[in-house]
T-cell receptor
Framework: GEDVEQSLFLSVREGDSSVINCTYT??????LYWYKQEPGAGLQLLTY?????DMKQDQRLTVLLNKKDKHLSLRIADTQTGDSAIYFC???????????FGQGTELSVKP | GAVVSQHPSWVICKSGTSVKIECRSL??????MFWYRQFPKQSLMLMAT?????????EQGVEKDKFLINHASLTLSTLTVTSAHPEDSSFYIC???????????FGQGTRLTVV
């Protein structure tokens, strides 16, 4: 079945790098995503990676995908207090737009 | 990018009443929309897939008579929580698939509180 797992909490100091990890089980996923959710708000797509890629970089964000181990990570360089939020990884379920989400990782950035 | 608008952002209702939540795709058409529910500090759980012009597809364990979904046009899907109870209090979020990349655009979410 489908399952996406994330660690629940991460605390870093402002200026450090943050690495949020995610594992998934559906090897047929074609896209994997990272979403950001601020308190009381909807989801904001941060970045995505196609399953035939190993890495994708977008400004401060770097996504690494290890398809063999079904492991996805999101690295945020120079983390700022405004990055404090819950980060969800998600995989598509081969039905365009239907996503399976992890539990979310709450990132706390301390000044 | 594509915009999905959800309304209302929050609603408080009395037990036993019904509440309608709207999800609109503002600058694109969506033959399919998805409705998720999120409990505090938890992940999003897919409730149902809304299909324009046909019946919604509900996930296992979701009561279709309680959570009525209507997808009457290519830009609007509605979720009606009928005979609401306090345990229905939650954050409901809709999404619509994008064009091109297989992704989803999310609405802002609706915080429902049943008192």
């Amino acid at each position: 079945g489908e399952d996406v797992e994330q660690s629940l909490f991460l605390s870093v100091r402002e200026g450090d790098s943050s690495v949020i990890n995610c594992t998934y089980t559906d090897s047929s996923s074609t896209y994997l995503y990272w979403y950001k959710q601020e308190p009381g708000a909807g989801l904001q797509l941060l970045t995505y990676i196609f399953s035939n890629m190993d890495m994708k970089q977008d400004q401060r964000l770097t996504v690494l995908l290890n398809k063999k181990d079904k492991h996805l990570s999101l690295r945020i360089a120079d983390t700022q207090t405004g990055d404090s939020a819950i980060y969800f990884c998600a995989e598509n379920h081969n039905q365009g737009g239907k996503l399976i989400f992890g539990q979310g990782t709450e990132l706390s950035v301390k000044p | 990018g594509a915009v999905v608008s959800q309304h209302p952002s929050w609603v408080i209702c009395k037990s036993g009443t019904s509440v309608k939540i709207e999800c609109r795709s503002l600058d694109f058409q969506a033959t399919t929309m998805f409705w998720y529910r999120q409990f505090p500090k938890q992940s999003l759980m897919l409730m149902a897939t809304s299909n324009e012009g046909s019946k919604a597809t509900y996930e296992q364990g979701v009561e279709k008579d309680k959570f009525l979904i209507n997808h009457a046009s290519l830009t609007l899907s509605t979720l009606t929580v009928t005979s609401a109870h306090p345990e229905d209090s939650s954050f409901y979020i809709c999404s619509a698939p994008g064009q091109g990349v297989s992704e989803a655009f999310f609405g802002q979410g609706t915080r429902l509180t049943v008192v």
